[in-house]
């Protein structure tokens, strides 16, 4: 019997990426990432950017991998509309073309899927942090629940809208992290955990206002210690609650080196797993939604064209899990 191979194609908003992968492994991903010129990442720009790479990058994907194709996975949601429409179009076009299903996926849900695939966890608390996104989750009875979850905007898009506000290059997250490094000295900044649930539009109003007055390593340091405080808090405050003994690391503001720190020292203490896939498999990738692609065409799961509409609200605890 030949192995199953699945095409994934991710688009939900700056990263355009397709990935084939098998059982065992990427087979082959190409990407083609919008970067703009000015500012964040406009919506409309970077649908027509998929759209001018979408063929070239499929392309490429499926000359490298030189498998047949059981599948085509794609981001059904969330995500920034224009991107999600593009991308669904050509998954579509792609399924019809090939002869084979199609499978429309939650792109938070890759996430996690993706990083139990590349570390050694099985039943973890996710802490998922990417542009938009920033939510606590755990598998309980055939659905990923959110325990918790920012009431605004996402870290990521905090950070990139506050380095933006100080005249830094997008993405922010990264020039952030890099001035916190010399930084001197912690400035009390808004912390606003509500619940199980954090904002971050508060703080990081504060933060441009603080600029006014300190040095910008400073507010950079200042902003992460306390945002990412936040996050730990609400992630041991679910381990608590479900008793769990892993914690599992995903999304693009991962990569963030004194996030991750926090979060080991805070496993650590409690004497619980904390894991990290590697950078490749944070940011959003064609391979991720290529792997819950084929978790979901194993457990008989399949999208017909008439129902394949994209959801840019489309949230994790929506989703019906039928493979765990």
């Known amino acids: 019997m030949s ?5 994934g194609i991710e688009g939900t908003a700056w990263n355009l990426s397709a990935a084939i992968v098998d059982e065992d492994d990427v087979i082959a991903e190409t990407t083609a990432t919008y970067m703009p010129k000015t500012g964040g990442i406009h919506p409309r720009e970077a649908a027509q950017h998929h759209a001018n790479h979408i063929t070239e990058v499929v392309r490429e994907t499926l000359k490298k991998g030189k498998s047949e194709i059981s599948a085509v996975a794609f981001s059904q949601g969330p995500g920034l509309g224009p991107c999600l429409r ?42 998922y942090v990417s542009g938009a996104n920033s939510q606590v989750l755990a598998y309980r009875k055939g659905h990923y629940r959110v325990f918790g979850e920012t009431l605004d905007i996402g870290i990521g898009n905090a950070l990139d809208k506050f380095a933006r506000s100080v005249g830094l290059p997008h993405p922010g997250g990264p020039k952030v992290e890099e001035l916190a490094r010399t930084a001197t000295k912690y400035i009390p900044l808004p912390y606003t955990v509500k619940g199980m649930d954090f904002s971050f539009s508060g703080l990081t109003t504060a933060a441009q206002e603080s600029v006014k007055k300190y040095t910008l390593p400073d507010v950079c340091h200042s902003f992460q210690e306390t945002a990412f405080a936040m996050l730990v808090e609400v992630t041991e405050r679910a381990v608590a609650h479900t008793g769990k003994r892993e914690v599992l690391l995903a999304g693009g503001v991962g990569a963030n080196s004194r996030l991750r720190e926090m979060l080991k020292i805070m496993c650590e203490d409690r004497g619980i797993e904390f894991y990290v896939p590697e950078k490749r498999f944070m940011g959003d990738n064609g391979a991720m939604i290529a792997y819950l692609g084929l978790l979901m065409y194993k457990s008989g799961y399949r999208t017909p064209i008439s129902e394949s509409k994209v959801n840019p609200n489309f949230r994790p605890d929506d989703a019906v899990v039928t493979w765990r």
């Open 86 to 127: 593009t991308v669904a179009t050509a998954a579509r076009a792609l399924a019809l073309s090939l002869d084979v299903p199609l499978i429309g996926v939650n792109h938070c849900i890759a996430h996690i899927e993706v990083g139990r695939w590349k570390t050694p966890a099985k039943d973890p608390v996710t802490l």
């Open 3 to 7: 192995k199953i191979s699945i095409l």
